[in-house]
């Protein structure tokens, strides 16, 4: 199986700092966009714990199977998928406990989106409101359901696209690293195909440019790294409110 990835974090314009974290850990085809939340330096501080987690764990795991894990597996579940759950949930705690130990890291978590491409088929691990799509034969669908206040809404009232676009509450999550012990993780396992490109993204750039033209730049551009650099300009001249980070990788083989 032959992949071809690229990713790309941005401070955005209006902020001052860059909260957001990427992991594009090649050698194991797992690629992971953090945002991280908490105000000072402690969003930053939790998304790059989750990064640095999530690599280690894959990283220990593959140097020995039968490492101690930190929590029991689902014997529901195949091996590579308790193993990417077992990151996250491994990167919660580290969070978690950070911000037990610090004042200054009190309240700290992120969100994780993240996609691990197994031979034949994509696991999506995701926690928060940070994403990952597929384009495949031009389309562009997503692939996580954000844990997010504005969902929770949509999902229960049905609310109108009028109401949807004036909602007060779009940046509150329900769901995040760190804010508990334990986290619980969405996985899901879809087939890939040749072709496929999945990108994941922080809601720094599907908040500010819509699916279609994500879709329309993932098209066009057969190099990645240029597809990632026109994303970030892209949320940047739509405003660039927040930080944006992108990863996109392809499915050449």
Known sequence: MELVSAGITDVGIKRARNEDNLLTLDE????VVADGMGGHSSGEVASQIAVEGIANFFRATRQDEDITWPYKMDKNRPYDENRLIMAVKLANLRIFEASQREVRY?????????????EGHVLVAHVGDS???RVRGGQIVQ????HSLLNDYIKAKK???EEIANFPHKNVIVRALG????????LNRFPTEVGDVYLSCSDG???MITDELMQEIVVQNEDLGKAAKLLIDSANQAGGID??????CRVNS
């Open 159 to 161: 609310l109108t696209e």
């Open 131 to 133: 994403r990952v799509y």
């Open 179 to 186: 804010m508990k012990d334990s986290v619980l993780v969405d």
């Open 143 to 146: 692939l996580t359901e954000d």
């Open 106 to 118: 009190r309240g700290m978590g992120t969100t994780v989106a993240g996609f691990y491409v197994v």
């Open 243 to 248: 930080n944006v980070t992108v990863i996109l």
């Open 205 to 207: 750039l599907n908040g």
């Open 28 to 31: 194991e085809n797992l690629y």
